[in-house]
């Protein structure tokens, strides 16, 4: 566990200290976003632009996540143990990708129907059935959606084949 708090803080300070707009903290045995680290990026949280927690253990993200890292392009929270969103990640203004790949979203996170600069949604891998297929055709941005291995009921599927002739759709 130390050595995971040290990765965390060493790649965290490297992000303050060398004024970088990506935070990597894949691969650091995380099961929340650790609140010190909210204090540390401070005063840096709105150069953020990109913040990778790949293959971690996270069950949860905080809506203080959202409120803080407010300019985030991309999001890339694939291979944890996630089951929602909070409401929060509809207010991101300028979010352009999510990866939730291989999580354990049982239900469509809808929130992210609300984010107008959504181009790219990655929900591969979870266990979804139904996905609002109707809202996502009045995103204005969206242009990528992956819903490959989800045990997706038939009339989802089906509206799912309309949504492929406005976007790329990945289905299973």
Do not use: Y
Request: proline share 3%.
């Amino acid at each position: 566990m130390g050595e995971a708090v040290a990765n965390v803080a060493r790649r965290v300070n490297a992000t303050v200290e060398e004024e970088k707009d990506t935070l990597d903290l894949s691969n650091c045995k995380l099961i929340s976003f650790p609140d010190g680290v909210f204090r540390v990026l401070k005063g840096v949280s709105e150069n953020i632009r990109v913040i990778t927690m790949a293959d971690n253990e996270m069950k949860a993200i905080s809506s203080k996540f959202f409120s803080t890292f407010t300019q985030l392009r991309e999001l890339d929270l694939r291979g944890n143990v996630l089951t929602k969103l909070p409401d929060a990640v509809g207010e991101m203004e300028h979010l352009t990708c999510i990866n939730l790949a291989n999580n354990s979203f049982s239900i469509f996170p809808e929130k992210l129907t609300e984010i107008a600069t959504l181009e790219r949604i990655n929900l591969e891998g979870n266990s979804i059935t139904e996905i609002p297929v109707e809202k996502l055709s009045d995103m204005p941005t969206l242009k990528w959606l992956n819903v490959k291995s989800n045990p997706l009921d038939s009339n989802t599927q089906s509206a799912l084949q309309s949504l492929s002739n406005i976007l790329s759709t990945t289905e299973s």
